[in-house]
């Protein structure tokens, strides 16, 4: 249990330490959202030197960033100056629709690589492997740009797929089947891109780390031992090779905020992508901040949740030994 | 198979249960030059027998123990011969036949106890993966049996190793378990390279008496290879002697060990420091060695291989290959010096 | 004539391994160990497997610190020193290990092997340290032409041959070999032990000798000490512990040591 308490403590001092790099970078930025109002005539000096402390711009920076702390300790991430609302539901609202789309796409690259990682391994260097392989370095070297914006010249050309946002207009009249087909129809496009750019990575490690633990004396072993090749891919193989794995997917939990920013934008998806670029040209500060805050809380919860299932797969760390 | 011998059998006294004859392996090498590590192996195994293969690095020592259960990493292949076991030829098993023999009919132990076992996965599993893969077991009678089978190889504490992964033990339990996992489906053959290199002598001394017992108990065949020749003394009942894959000399092993035939062997045996109940005055400042170094094999080099560091070479041992010749009963040897 | 080397009550204690099991406050590898070594003479240090031994042999090349105790290296406490003075110290103690396969970068030449050392105490030009490599390399049998192989490209034997040449690089006064013989064939082990014993005279090296193997302590040593579960429960010249041995480890390793059945022609068997 030490072990899990350490990494938590770790993870929470990482939190800490990045959002107040966070802060410190993007105070340092030149220019704010109130600069551009200076330039309109029509705006009083007096009022943007009011809404500038309204937002406590005017402050010293540690006062700033205590403040703001202490707003993210009670659960407000404080305010827009573009929406003039509140941070914390604004970012809701696009995470969640983020997360949809990230979360499907991740169980789908997933279940797609793990069978095709394992069959690549045991045919290693056959012409099986080889095709995977070739496969897997051909869309590895097409930039995600170029593969998301290939699917959307496929979805106008062939009609098949709307090409960007959410839902359809007239979404809310639709049956239930309907809603969801719609939505499914929507996804599509987007998850696909995001699923075909994270394979050839999950494959190639996949297909390493399974390799490699093929070659692993124990395995020779086994098979001296008869035990059936199917137990010996999934029972042994797969099982020695879980520690990179597992670290690997925690991984890609933590990127499930931020890795999908690009294609979002691109596909006009309205999840986090496009509100925090909007935010960063426009500098709305809390914004930013926030959305950043969110995606370091998804890498950091996706390395403790990494650890965790390491610590249950591999009773060598749970034995591990404290520091001499 | 099981005849419950008491002691050691008489090799000719009945039908083998292995019978090696004339086995070429060789591995190929990714330049595409082919490198010859058996050649010519001749052998027959009784059962109930213990056989001690002695052999130093590069001897193929590995590769024969490999070769017998088709386990030749990807470029190594059977060139010639054959490998009768049971009446049956291991060259012509087919995939299935030779996952039943792997563990059912013949058991491996490698060389390193340390790694032949899964690091994650407990030791009880591990033992009863072995039986379910070779008998239709329920969950209850797989446990009971893996039980008994690890009580059989540890006498005391079977239950809490049972329960542990193998880094929480030492290397002399590890290296009992490899043996339960080998012995789990009653084979008549275990074929077991260098198990003990990396015990201490107590450890091993305790894994020879192990081995001794289930031979005595299950009737089991041996094959143990290693290249220690003190280990063999007290252990095997014939030593064959590997050099630079052939087999250099094949007898009882008393014999082997008090009057080797063959110039290796001899020169081998004089190699070892002192019996330690030797007095001091009667040991040797300098070790004797054998001269230069061991032949490489990729060069398929004409004549007896131990030629070039042999003590009483001839004329003819440049130009061919000596034959095995019978010496004395049951002793054979591969010199020029017996020919004709 | 005072001991080159000079182990007093030294004991090493490890934070406990398992933290389930708070019963151990923690793990005690060496149990207040002393010996001491003449200059030029063979120590043989024998013990099973977790006796401590390796624990002891870090110890002494000053790569595990003690919990407490003094190591008298020609008169200095070196456990005492300061990391400074240790690191002065270092090259007058080398530690020669079991495997090495393992201690050796498979990538590296042997000229580049040998001839590390001598870089990282920033001695000598280049053209002298190659000069000296090479001699090392004749010092311990080898091929001169194998300088510039690679160290994965050479049989076992030729590996602890150059561990033994890099050990010598930095001209060490003492020798700790960790099982350095343990993993090699008989022929080769006989070879390396005839290697020893030269160098052991040209050089006047002393030696440390770990090792499980009591026949091979039994040639090569001048003192046995024997070591169990932290402790040496007994010291003594080689014959004396051979044949009057006194402590129950020290019986029962000597029983468990495999005797070879004597070839007839070879050594004159006289019993004890």
Known sequence: MRYLLRRALHAAFLLFGVSLLTFLFSALTPGSYFDEMRLNPQIAPATILALRAQYQLDRPLPVRYLHWLTAVAHGELGFSFAYNSPVAPLLWTRARNTLLLTVTAMLLAWLVALPLGIWSAAKFGRAADRIVSSATAALLVVPDLVLALGLLILAVRTGWFPTGGLVSVGFDALSPLQKFRDLVLHMTLPVAALALAALPTLIRHIRASVAEALEAPFIRAAVSHGIPHRKLLFGYALRAAANPLIALFGFSVGTLLSGSLLVEVVMSWPGLGPLLLEAILARDLYVVLGGVLFSMIFLVAGNLFADVLLFWADPRIRIEASPK | ?340 | MQPLLKVENLVKHYAPRNSRSSSREHLTALDGVSLSIAPQTTLALVGESGSGKSTLALCIACLEPPTSGSIWFEGIDVAALNKNSQRQLRPQIQLVFQDPAASLNPRWTALDLITEPLVIQRRFSKAERTLRALKLLDRVGLPRKLAARRADELSGGQKQRLAIARALALGPKLLVLDEALSALDCSVQAQISNLLLDLQSSLGLTYLFITHDFAMAAHVADQIAVMHRGRIVESGPTETILHKPSHRTTRSLLAATPRPLEPQHSHALVNA
Request: glycine share 8%.
């Open chain 2, 1 to 340: 198979m099981y005849n419950g011998v008491e002691g050691p059998p008489l090799a000719h006294s009945m039908t083998p249960l292995l019978t090696v004859e004339n086995l070429q392996v060789s591995y190929s090498a990714r330049t595409g030059e082919v490198c010859p590590a058996l050649a010519g192996v001749n052998f027959g195994l009784a059962p109930g027998e213990i056989l001690g293969v002695l052999g130093e690095s590069g001897s193929g020592k590995s590769t024969l123990a490999a070769s017998l259960l088709r386990l030749l990493s990807s470029n190594g292949k059977v060139e010639k011969g054959s490998l009768l076991f049971e009446g049956k030829d291991l060259r012509e098993a087919n995939h299935q036949d030779l996952r039943k023999i792997r563990g059912g009919r013949i058991g491996l132990i490698l060389q390193e106890p340390s790694s032949s076992l899964h690091p994650t996965i407990r030791i009880d599993q591990q033992v009863g993966d072995v039986l379910a893969a070779h008998e239709f077991l329920d969950r209850r009678a797989l446990d009971e049996k893996t039980s008994r089978l690890l009580a059989s190889v540890f006498p005391t504490d079977a239950e809490r190793i049972a329960r542990s992964y193998p880094h929480e033990l030492s290397g002399g339990q590890r290296q009992r378990v490899l043996i339960a996992q080998a012995i789990a489906c009653r084979p008549s053959l275990v074929v077991a390279d260098e198990p003990t290199a990396s015990l201490d002598p107590t450890t091993q001394h305790e894994i020879l008496q192990l081995f001794r017992t289930l031979r005595q108990k299950l009737g089991l065949a041996i094959i143990f290879i290693t290249h220690n020749p003190a280990l063999l003394a007290e252990f095997a009942d014939r030593i064959l002697v590997l050099y630079a894959g052939r087999v250099a000399e094949i007898g009882p092993a008393a014999q082997v060990l008090t009057s080797p035939q063959h110039p290796y062997t001899a020169a081998l045996l004089r190699c070892l420091p002192a019996p330690i109940d030797t007095e001091r005055i009667a040991r040797q400042a300098r070790l004797n060695v054998i001269g230069g170094d061991p032949p490489d094999l990729s060069l398929h080099a004409r004549g007896c291989q131990f030629e070039p560091r042999c003590m009483e070479k001839m004329e003819v041992c440049k130009s061919s290959e000596p034959a095995a010749e019978e010496v004395s009963n049951l002793h054979e040897v591969s010199c020029f010096k017996f020919a004709g």
